[in-house]
């Protein structure tokens, strides 16, 4: 019995004791698991998938490989706020850096009336003060301003090439912003004027290298039209706009529309330009083409807050002044409305004065019909003269007393109509200025008309027929880059450039070669060109590459004492370093003693190029293989110790 009473209590106990480790172990697993779940998904979510959870206990172990350190702090900083950070057992590693990332060099060099300022990082082998000796040199350049820093690192591909673009660019343009980076350059600038933007885009596009990248943003002002004119005329034929202006896109929009109800027939477009007279320019336009079309036949001119409505022969007076009261009451304030009728032409031709202008195309003028008196002769002789040149003025005209007191306005307005033309002839009447021609200027209608606009006043008529003609290829062209090396070395294979012994003197012998040299270059253009010297291996290395460098910058200066524009050339010397011949005989040393004129592919325009390539790819710019056609070498005369 006794054993039977201790041997419960003792059982009792043991099964508390296992029941309660069961359920201590269920605890702890369930604690684990639910750590895991937690801490795994607050990693998802904040992008750390790279790292790896495990619970032992109270205990969370975290590993992995993070990217970074920051993002090995971030991820138990993540998992602290979800857990107790004293629970957290940081096994993570961090990816082993690769090194310190090289700089980003860039630049940006601004230029306006005051000066150039240049700021940025650029690389420590890049030269800093020959950058800043190349800035100072660029004409018109007052100031420059310096805040660039330099970092030990290799020069990245490209930085070369791109910050010699910007140096030239820079030269063209005298208010810019221009952004450099390596084989990539960024140009805001602004241009006086539509054609000097053209221009400018054109040239510096011809002088980019293939390496560099460039993004051009020039802006041209808009052109002040003064005075500000517009002139439609409205015939059987149709109508058609003599001039047009415009202050905005839209009402160019509005005045176009408006004249394609009128019955335009031609294409045509409108100058957009500051000096509109009235908001209200495009409203003006479109009830004075209305008015115009309701007429059926004439013409309307508007010059500034003149308008000059001219009816058509013959149209009926009742008509006409229905037309100029409502036209009166529809324009805008500002515009001052002048309408003529024009009475019927007198049966007797004979009695009706006229003067006549007549230019060829060789550029001679005839001038015949009515002046009022002598003096009044030689007024028009001397100004013709003026415009066209005295010999080119032939007078022929006669004297009528009882022309009208506007006589000779007309008429030297006329002459100057006449001058803008190649070729045509110019008719004053008492009621009208014809003008009849050719022009190379695109827009010669609109300039002859707002030029006649201003000069004949108000209420006055005119009537233009002006064709546009593309101007003709002029004959002297230019000679190809690769024509200009041929020709240079068929030059100085029969004659070669000279030097005095042991110095970078050009023998005076040699004149006569260097006339020949510059006489062709004249016809070459701005080329690119490089102007290599070379010595043979006699003497020391250093001192033959200074006498190279010499002799080949005496080259350039001998041009440059000729007129020659370089600009794009470089003088640049080789030393001994790339012989044509042995430095063991006395021929191959003469040989190697040369002055070698070379395009520099890399700034010859890619068209250029692309011609001389054929189909075939592009030579790697940062190596250098002369082809044999190219080489254009001057064997030097020198001593025979090649000093």
Known sequence: MRLSSLLIPTATFAGAAGLSLVVAGFAATALETNSEIVVRRTLDEAGFSWAEVVADGLRVELSGEAPDEAKRFAAISRVGAVVDAARIIDQMQVTPSEGIAPPRFSTEILRNDAGISIIGLIPAASDHAALLRKLGAIRGTPEVTDFVETADHPVPKGWSDAIDYALRALALLPRTKISVEAGAVSITAIADSPEAKEQLENQLNRMLPPTVHVSLDIAAPRPVISPFTLRYVLSEEGGRFDACSAESEESRARILRAAEDA???????????????????????????????????????????????????????????????????????????????????????????????????????????????????????????????????????????????????????????????????????????????????????????????????????????????????????????????AELAAIQRADKIAFEPGSATVAADSARVIDKIAKLLRQCGEIPLEIQGHTDSQGREEMNQNLSQARAQSVLNALRARRILTGSFVAKGYGESNPIAT?????????????????????????????????????????????????????????????
């Open 583 to 643: 430095n063991d005989t006395e021929e191959g040393r003469e040989a190697n003693r040369r002055i070698e004129f070379r395009l520099i592919e890399s700034e010859l325009p890619q068209e250029e190029t692309d011609g001389a390539d054929g189909d075939t790819a592009a030579p790697d710019t940062d190596t250098e293989e002369p082809a044999a056609d190219a080489a254009t070498e001057a064997e030097t005369e020198e001593d025979t110790d090649g000093q």
């Open 263 to 485: 019955q335009l027939r031609r294409q045509a477009d409108c100058t957009i330009g500051l000096g509109v007279p009235s908001a209200n320019w495009a409203r003006a336009v479109e009830v004075g083409l209305d008015a115009l079309q309701e007429l059926g036949k004439g013409s309307i001119t508007f010059s500034n807050g003149d308008v000059t409505l001219v009816a058509a022969q013959n149209t009926p007076q009742a008509r006409f002044d229905h037309v100029v009261g409502e036209l009166e009451n529809a324009l805008p304030q500002v515009f001052v409305l002048h309408a003529v009728l024009p009475e019927p032409e007198e049966q007797n031709p004979d009695i009706r004065p006229e003067f006549t202008a007549t230019l060829s195309p060789e550029g001679q003028v005839q001038l015949r019909g009515r002046l009022s008196d002598n003096a009044q002769r030689r007024t028009v002789d001397s100004y013709a003269k003026a415009r066209f040149g005295s010999d080119a003025v032939h007078l022929a005209t006669r004297n009528a007393p009882d022309l009208p007191g506007v006589w000779p306005i007309r008429v030297l307005a006329a002459l100057d109509a006449l001058a803008q033309l190649e070729r045509g002839s110019v008719t004053v009447t008492p009621d009208l200025v014809s003008v009849r021609g050719m022009s190379h200027v695109e827009n010669a209608s609109a300039e002859v008309a707002r030029m006649l606009s201003d000069k004949l006043g108000e209420a006055e008529d005119y009537d233009l027929d002006i064709t546009y003609e593309a101007p003709p290829e002029p004959e002297d062209q230019l000679m190809a880059p690769a024509l200009c090396e």
